[in-house]
Structures are given as structure tokens and as C-alpha cells.
């Protein structure tokens, strides 16, 4: 139910940012993007990491978990400083309605990954989503008053 009400909150913002021609909301379509595509990465991880030792893998794929979750960091990382140029070249005004509706649909997104992160409490990557899920609901509030 999270991660659909998530993928309806993209869609929604996908729509502001046309409507409103605003590089911020656009940006911030970007990013919820960017998160539904980290819980499926997280997800992902999380499942090959439960997978026994094979012929493959023949200490097992837990490692798988740590990995993704670094690769999730620098992804982060590279979104953030794209982030920052964008909202540094954006010089369009938002109307506060549109403004309001953007800081709504930009919650949403969080939820899956706080989802997973109670979920999976001894996964580094599922940890990793959950601080990112926090940290991407305070920047949402602050951004948002």
C-alpha cells in the first residue's frame, strides 16, 4: 500500500513539474524517482542476501547486502549535488497551491522506505533506507514551511 501510494505520489509530481514548469518540483520528481528505485534495489539485496551458500556464492550472499548499500550512498550522494545545481539555476516562482501539493506528494515516497527498514532489522542496506527515509522527511518539512 506504501510503495503505491509512493508511485502515485511520483506520478503526481511528474504532473506539478509539467504544470507548473518549475525546475524545484521536477527536481523533486527526480528524486522520489530516485527513491522508489533504491527501495527496489533494497528490496533486491535484501533477498539475495537471505539466499544459502551455492556453487556461486560459497560463503553466501550476505555480502550482497553491504554492497547495495554502498552503491545506495553513492548514489545518494550524486542525486544530492544534482539536487543542489538544479534548485541553484532555478529562478521560476511556484504558486504556494502548487507549492503546498508538491511538499504533500513529496512525503509519500518516504514511507516505503521506512517500511522496509522495520522490516528487515538486521540489513545494512534496509537500515540505510530507513535513514535515508528519515532524512528525506525532514528536508521534505523544512523545504515545505
Do not use: K
Not at 511528474?14 to 524545484?24: D, N
Not at 504558486?95 to 501539493?101: T, W
Not at 528487515?120 to 530507513?130: H, K, N, P, V, Y
Amino acid at each position: 500500500m506504501a510503495l503505491g501510494a509512493a508511485i502515485l505520489a511520483v506520478l503526481g509530481l511528474v504532473t506539478l513539474a509539467f504544470a507548473s514548469r518549475s525546475g524545484l518540483v521536477a527536481e523533486d520528481a527526480l528524486h522520489a524517482l530516485l527513491d522508489l528505485a533504491t527501495v527496489a534495489a533494497g528490496l533486491f539485496a535484501r533477498r539475495l542476501a537471505q539466499r544459502p551458500p551455492d556453487e556461486r556464492g560459497t560463503f553466501g550472499w550476505a555480502r550482497v547486502d553491504a554492497l547495495v548499500g554502498a552503491v545506495l550512498a553513492l548514489v545518494l550522494i550524486v542525486a544530492s549535488v544534482l539536487a543542489a545545481v538544479a534548485q541553484a539555476q532555478s529562478r521560476t516562482s511556484i504558486p504556494s497551491v502548487l507549492l503546498g501539493l508538491a511538499t504533500l506528494a513529496s512525503l509519500l515516497p518516504a514511507w516505503p522506505m521506512l517500511a522496509v527498514a522495520h522490516t528487515a532489522r538486521g540489513s545494512a542496506s534496509a537500515r540505510a533506507l530507513g535513514l535515508h527515509g528519515i532524512a528525506d522527511l525532514g528536508a521534505t518539512l523544512i523545504t515545505g514551511i
